[in-house]
């Protein structure tokens, strides 16, 4: 299953509203997550499910969609979100990811 | 807290066998329904998903690297292994070893990411 980002990359400022989209494929119900990565660190998880809150990651980070489309929503970003974001699939093997969307202050 | 720390040697020749560790503090590989995972990450690329092994044993294996890889548990020392074999320089990536646990989630997620280890293939 491949999983297309958009954007690639994107330029915001802080307190702006970043979405990004995930397009698998073929449909796979909720089965995706989010993670965000910093340089020189290890991914962290965002979101389950599709859109369901890890615990301990802000409220502005949300997450939506079902089947083939997904998208990340920061609501208002803050300087600690500049990273780099990839969507991920557990609905069929081999387990793949997006190939990312690098979030830069403008 | 459950913790994951990678281990094995930065450098590894073209042909040979790529071997890593990942030992887990804080709880133990054979209980409950984890799963421990290796995932790569070329320097300024993507992320890879390699493999994972469940807390029983069970494996699965990312078809693009199915025909050299094993990934094992050895509970005696909480350790999850990999190994590449016939390695090239296309192998050359940070590796992490993570956690997915699907009791705690309607599909699973990678809850818990060690900090990863470099690996160079290099003669």
């Known amino acids: 299953i491949q999983l297309t980002q958009s954007p690639s990359s994107l330029s915001a400022s802080v307190g702006d509203r970043v979405t990004i989209t995930c397009r698998a494929s073929q449909g796979i119900y909720s089965t995706l997550a989010w993670y965000q990565q910093k340089p020189g660190r290890a991914p962290s998880l965002l979101i389950y499910?599709?859109?369901s809150l890890e615990s301990g990651v802000p409220s502005r980070f949300s997450g939506s969609g079902s089947g083939t489309d997904f998208t990340l929503t920061i609501s208002s970003l803050q300087p600690e979100d500049f990273a780099t974001y990839y969507c991920q699939q557990f609905h069929d093997y081999p387990l793949t990811f997006g190939g990312g969307t690098k979030v830069e202050i403008k | 807290q459950v913790q994951l720390q990678e281990s094995g040697p930065g450098l590894v020749k073209p042909s040979q066998t790529l071997s890593l560790t990942c030992t887990v503090s804080g709880g133990s590989i054979s209980s409950g329904s984890f799963h421990w995972n290796w995932i790569r990450q070329p320097a300024g690329k993507g992320l890879e998903w390699v493999g994972r092994i469940s807390s029983s044993g069970n494996t699965n294996y990312n078809p693009s690297l199915k025909s050299r890889v094993t990934i094992s548990l050895d509970p005696s020392k909480n350790q999850i292994s990999l190994r590449l074999r016939s390695v090239t320089a296309a192998d050359t990536a940070m590796y992490y070893c993570?956690?997915?646990?699907?009791?705690?989630?309607?599909?699973?997620?990678?809850?818990?990411w060690g900090q990863g280890t470099m690996v160079t293939v290099s003669s």
């Open positions: 499910d599709a859109s």
């Open positions: 993570a956690r997915d646990d699907p009791s705690s989630y309607d599909s699973s997620a990678f809850d818990i």
